[in-house]
């Protein structure tokens, strides 16, 4: 499989407990991006990594938010301490220059 | 921050018949992209533009990338059912140094509903 794969699909915790979410990007591609959608809006960005490094960070990502891509292959994306405003789509991307690759997503549900 | 203005915000059309989105923005963008998207899925990349005045086909879409760098409209004909999806335009701004940003702006989409 070529494409980029989430894991998981969708999880539902409860408020105030800690998640974590990968992507495996599409192997070749040296730029990964984590985006946010919330219902009824267009993806929102969130971070992105070039190789292992983290080059920029939105001010979406609060403290409460952790991303990471050891030796630059797959990525995780943590929340800690998660609040219902968390409830969202979480969608990983990866490039090699231009044209982003979309994964399925993770359905993240705090109740 | 920027913003992309994305109209309309949802079409109900008949099979058969051809549909205009279009995306305008307060700002240039160097690089203008058309998603779909399924319900549960992530964006599916349909087309990408890279040049001002860019007009580009695929199969029956067509998507042309604005004079003034600010805009950009798709295009589908004779639509089928299984175009039924939200669509995303989305843009790569122009960075402080003059190259391409890496970071994608999104409109808010345009839902589009075929009646067979």
């Known amino acids: 499989d070529t494409g980029v794969s989430q894991d998981p699909r969708h999880k539902i915790t409860k408020r105030g407990q800690n998640v974590t979410f990968r992507c495996d990007p599409i192997s070749e591609h040296n730029r990964l991006y984590w985006y946010r959608q919330t219902l009824g809006q267009g993806p929102e960005f969130l971070t992105y990594f070039q190789n292992e490094a983290q080059l920029e960070k939105s001010r979406l990502l609060s403290d409460r938010f952790s991303a990471e891509r050891p030796k630059g292959s797959f990525s995780t994306l943590e929340i800690q301490r998660t609040e219902q405003g968390d409830s969202a789509m979480y969608l990983c991307?990866?490039?090699?220059?231009?044209?982003?690759?979309f994964g399925s997503g993770t359905r993240l549900t705090v109740v | 921050g920027q913003q992309l203005n994305q109209s309309p915000q949802s079409m109900f059309i008949q099979e058969g018949e051809d549909v205009s989105m279009n995306c305008t923005s307060s700002s240039i963008f160097n690089t203008w992209l058309w998603y779909k998207q399924d319900p549960g899925e992530g964006p599916v990349l349909l087309i990408a533009?890279?040049?001002?005045?860019e007009l580009t086909s695929n199969g029956r879409l067509t998507a042309q990338f604005g004079i003034t760098r600010k805009d950009s409209f798709l295009n589908i004909s004779a639509s089928i059912p299984s175009d039924v999806g939200i669509y995303f335009c989305a843009g790569q701004p122009i960075s402080n140094s003059g190259g391409s940003n890496y970071k994608l702006t999104f409109g808010k989409g345009t839902l589009l509903t075929v009646n067979p």
């Open positions: 533009l890279y040049k001002a005045g």
């Open positions: 991307a990866s490039s090699p220059i231009y044209g982003y690759t």
